[in-house]
């Protein structure tokens, strides 16, 4: 089975600190993906991966950058936290070809105080 | 654009009940298709996808989802629902193959699902 992991599910940080999330798949999926998830709002897509070193922003990039150094992690970074960044964050990871989903780690709840 | 829409925030039924969830999507050509499910706290698990051929699929947990190209929808069913099945469900669509587009997926806003005893 897939597998794909997130380094924290809660974590609170303060306003303007670095935060960095962390995303590791054990399945050597090219693409990795990040999302935020907010009530009434469904997913959004931040930055893509599809390879390492490569990426593409998503819809909502602002305030976000990522890190793709090795091909089963994918590092989410918020250079300086803000309240409106409080969400749960998903990574997801696929094949890069042909028909397949996504698969999605278990999420972390971001506060922002 | 390209953009899903499931039009019920919010939905109650009554252990046993038959279920149908609502998908709409605008998008140029075939899409692939997908209906996740999401327990609270908790990831997205995918239920059962749409790629081609029989527009009747089914997945997992006894869902099935009817892809009717005419309407432009893929809603979810399910003939009876057990308490368990409470959760958020998610529809989504995903491209067909460009490179560096890595498939993404672009979802609904979810409907939550309640199921009363």
């Known amino acids: 089975d897939v597998k794909v992991t997130q380094s924290s599910r809660y974590l609170v940080k303060r306003t303007g600190e670095k935060v960095f999330l962390e995303c590791v798949q054990d399945?050597?999926?090219?693409?990795m993906f990040w999302y935020r998830q907010d009530p009434g709002l469904g997913l959004r897509l931040i930055y893509f991966?599809?390879?390492?070193?490569?990426?593409e922003k998503g819809d909502i990039p602002e305030g976000y950058s990522v890190s793709r150094e090795k091909k089963e992690r994918f590092s989410l970074i918020l250079e300086s936290a803000s309240t409106n960044q409080t969400s749960m964050y998903l990574c997801?990871?696929?094949?890069?070809?042909?028909?397949?989903?996504?698969?999605f780690g278990p999420g972390t709840r971001l506060t922002v105080t | 654009a390209q953009s899903v829409t499931q039009p019920d925030i919010h939905i109650t039924v009554s252990e046993g009940a038959s279920l149908e969830l609502r998908c709409n999507y605008s998008y140029g050509a075939t899409p692939y298709l997908f209906w996740y499910v999401q327990s609270p706290g908790q990831g997205l698990q995918l239920l059962l996808k749409y790629f081609s051929g029989d527009t009747l699929v089914q997945g997992i947990k006894g869902f099935e989802a009817e892809f009717k190209r005419s309407q432009s929808s893929f809603n979810l069913r399910k003939p009876s629902v057990h308490w368990s099945d409470a959760a958020e469900y998610f529809c989504a669509v995903g491209a067909r193959m460009i490179y560096n587009q890595g498939g993404k997926l672009i979802f609904g806003q979810g409907t939550e699902l309640s199921v009363k005893p």
């Open positions: 399945m050597d999926h090219e693409n």
């Open positions: 997801a990871s696929r094949l890069k070809q042909g028909p397949y989903e996504q698969y």
């Open positions: 991966s599809y390879d390492v070193k490569m990426k």
